[in-house]
């Protein structure tokens, strides 16, 4: 089969998983790991098992939405991460199994003010579903903001530096999941949205989001047309476009309703989010036949599968990336990527193994891999500061204040400098009743800027460490250790009126517990979850460790797992810092080498 991707000719398109990639702590400073310095790779209970099979979920982590592009022998991945910065990570692979961190496509939220540190009120929002392309040199990452509309970046290096973003559509027209297609046949370009009930008109009848194609400048920046209603479905969104063999094709993921008691995105066993497929032989506006070819199967408790991509490798077999979506009773790690095989009958693909001989393939739990002889690998997690610049695997919770933190005030440590907590007042901070799962409105941290952080891996059990120097800090401030998703929880110091130093632990109710007082400049903090059940310790000489605070309960909230990541604010001024000397997480899944 020869395939025209939908974003520039091809005879390969691509497919991925998991990775992690550690950095060396400091070898002269003493580990307060969980485990001893790994020198060599290791697999774990996801991911590639190093014996020529992986384990779904492949990225057992929060890497939502993803959209893939090969180059070469190389795969390229992106996935949405909302407010947080820098946005659209960006992640390479060269067996679509073990993926690392390679950049981001926006330095930056800089298209509007709320993503910004002295307003942070742009919680859910900013980067969503994006599609990446290569075509003719450039690189192209369309995404849609659902505050501001559809607008793509471009760049002649996949890892930068990106354009400023290029508005394309206002938001009153689109609502998500942009994929775009050129056809070097007739020299046309395309891009299908979901524009969800946004120019519905009452002669259709049919309940569900509208999806539409419109036409683009060649040069992939411009809209040319009011677009064409292809496709009405419950949910119908995250589209892609393929033309296989003179056939258009459009994958849509849609809720299929067992219980119409509830509404799609619900808890309820009977509904599913399945893949469809749109099949049409005469033009890409259709006429379109329609087939379902992947459910939820049983492997995954109850969790969708649905939303990803088609790819294919060197030997010309099939693929297709998906993610798990958030119908779980804890899937406080967020959205997963799965990689599952791909067969052709009569022209339809089925994803997945069908199990059950319907037609509809289901998830695989473990399969052979795409392409064998790469080592094991996952994105970075443990990192000692040692770089003047932040690692990949680091997000700021919106656009941080630059100058109130450095890598290079103190070398080998990041220092956080505190500022004055925003005003809890309207256009500061969440509406939280829509962003978490908890009514804490009136903690400080959702209106805390420079809060840095990194996606868990994994659901069973991990360990991370931090070490800090709190020698810097000033009255009124807080700094120290998170864990957030949809609810809080903090581990850390606070430093009062007189100037004293306590360890506190803050819930998702804001409330405070202090302990004990302390005198010393180094604090150890560590933090261990046992699937979404977590507790904190602490140390003052990284060998002693005491438990401190409840088991507390982590989750998923809007859109975001469970994080892990440094504070640092002051209630009353900008004053006072804390710095962090290294980071190290142990967890289930794989490790690259050191």
């Excluded at 509007?112 to 392309?133: H, I, K, Q, V």
């Excluded at 559509?169 to 524009?195: C, G, M, Q, R």
């Excluded at 952080?453 to 931090?466: P, Y």
Aim: glycine share 10%.
């Amino acid at each position: 089969m020869k395939i025209y991707h939908s974003k520039f000719i091809k005879i390969f398109g691509c497919t991925f998983t998991l990775m992690v990639l550690a950095c060396n702590s400091k070898p002269e400073k003493k580990q307060a790991a969980p485990s001893k310095e790994i020198a060599k790779a290791h697999t774990g209970s996801w991911g590639d098992q190093g014996d020529g099979t992986y384990v779904n979920p492949i990225l057992n982590a929060d890497y939502p939405d993803s959209d893939i592009e090969q180059v070469g022998d190389t795969y390229y991945m992106i996935t949405s991460k909302q407010h947080m910065s820098p946005g659209m990570p960006i992640l390479e692979s060269k067996d679509m199994v073990n993926w690392t961190n390679v950049g981001h496509v926006f330095e930056s939220l800089s298209w509007a003010p709320e993503y910004n540190w002295d307003r942070m009120n742009g919680y859910s929002f900013g980067t969503w579903a994006g599609d990446l392309a290569y075509h003719e040199g450039t690189w192209y990452c369309y995404q849609i903001d659902y505050q501001h509309g559809l607008m793509v970046a471009t760049a002649k290096d996949i890892k930068g530096p990106w354009s400023k973003p290029i508005m394309m559509l206002p938001k009153s027209e689109v609502l998500d999941d942009p994929a775009v297609f050129w056809d070097e046949e007739t020299h046309k370009a395309y891009v299908i949205i979901n524009t969800a009930g946004k120019q519905k008109e009452s002669s259709n009848t049919i309940e569900g989001n509208e999806n539409r194609i419109y036409e683009m400048s060649w040069d992939g920046t411009k809209i040319l047309d009011e677009g064409k209603l292809v496709y009405t479905g419950m949910g119908a969104e995250a589209a892609k476009i393929y033309k296989i063999d003179g056939t258009w094709y459009i994958f849509l993921a849609q809720w299929t309703m067992g219980d119409m008691s509830t509404k799609p995105g619900v808890k309820n066993p009977k509904n599913d989010r399945k893949q469809i497929v749109l099949r049409s032989k005469e033009s890409i506006y259709g006429p379109y036949e329609v087939k379902t070819v992947l459910e939820k199967g049983t492997v995954f408790n109850n969790r969708s599968a649905s939303q990803g991509g088609l790819m294919q490798a060197q030997d010309k077999s099939w693929w297709y990336m998906h993610q798990l979506i958030q119908n779980d009773d804890i899937p406080f790690q967020g959205r997963p990527q799965c990689l599952e095989p791909v067969t052709w009958v009569d022209g339809w693909p089925i994803i997945g193994v069908d199990e059950d001989n319907d037609g509809i393939g289901e998830p695989v739990k473990q399969y052979k891999k795409p392409i064998d002889g790469y080592p094991v690998a996952a994105p970075s997690s443990d990192d000692d500061f040692s770089s003047t610049k932040l690692g990949f695997q680091w997000e700021w919770n919106h656009n941080p204040r630059n100058s109130h933190w450095s890598l290079t005030e103190r070398p080998g440590w990041l220092r956080l400098k505190a500022s004055k907590v925003l005003p809890n007042e309207k256009g500061y901070g969440p509406n939280i009743n829509e962003w978490t799962n908890n009514d804490g409105s009136d903690s400080d941290f959702w209106r805390a800027n420079n809060t840095v952080s990194q996606r868990i891996m994994g659901i069973t059990t991990g360990t991370a460490v931090a070490k800090f120097d709190v020698s810097g800090m000033k009255p009124h401030q807080l700094a120290g250790f998170v864990r957030y998703g949809g609810v809080f929880n903090l581990l850390g110091v606070e430093v009062d009126g007189q100037g004293k130093k306590h360890l506190f632990y803050m819930d998702p109710m804001a409330k405070k517990t202090l302990g004990p007082e302390i005198t010393g400049n180094e604090l150890y903090v560590r933090t261990s979850n046992n699937s979404n059940q977590a507790t904190y310790e602490y140390s003052f000489d990284g060998e002693n460790f005491k438990r401190f605070g409840p088991t507390c309960t982590i989750a998923f909230g809007k859109w975001t797992g469970d994080r892990l990541g440094f504070f640092s604010w002051n209630e009353k001024e900008d004053a006072g810092y804390i710095d962090v000397d290294w980071f190290t997480y142990d967890y289930d899944g794989p490790k690259g080498a050191k």
